[in-house]
């Protein structure tokens, strides 16, 4: 039965250096995550960007594992993010990772969606697991 979890996180986005040879265009950032509410977890992942010439459209991929306590299991599991934006309009897909789940959030499976608001940061997480042994 797929169950929901919410809460709110802070993150932490550090560019990292280009390549030499990359494209101005193209970014790399590390993730960190303070992640609160029904979730409990930290996070550190990867994000690979691609902005254009035109204002407000882009888009990136990243990857995060997510280290924590839900629904009261601990483990960790990773969260594998899509997104674009064309001129302000955003289409995000974040998937857990199929088989990413540890300890007692193997199994593990769904999506997450983000929303910002007033600069403050919401997840909403529907979830699937398996019972409890």
């Known amino acids: 039965m797929t169950q929901r979890a919410s809460g709110t996180f802070e993150v932490k986005v550090t560019p990292q250096p280009a390549d030499s040879a990359a494209d101005a265009s193209l970014g790399r950032m590390t993730l960190e995550k303070q992640i609160h509410g029904e979730l409990e977890a930290t996070s ?58 540890t300890d007692q959030l193997a199994g593990i499976s769904d999506q997450m969606t983000i929303k910002i608001e007033g600069g403050k940061h919401f997840y909403e997480f529907d979830y699937t697991l398996p019972a409890a042994p």
């Open 44 to 101: 550190k992942g990867q994000m690979l960007t691609a902005n254009t010439s035109v204002q407000n459209s882009g888009g990136y991929v990243a990857m995060e594992r997510v280290t924590g306590t839900l629904a009261g299991r601990s483990g960790s599991f990773v969260l594998q993010h899509s997104g674009t934006m064309a001129r302000g309009a955003l289409q995000l897909i974040i998937t857990v990772v199929p088989d990413s789940g």
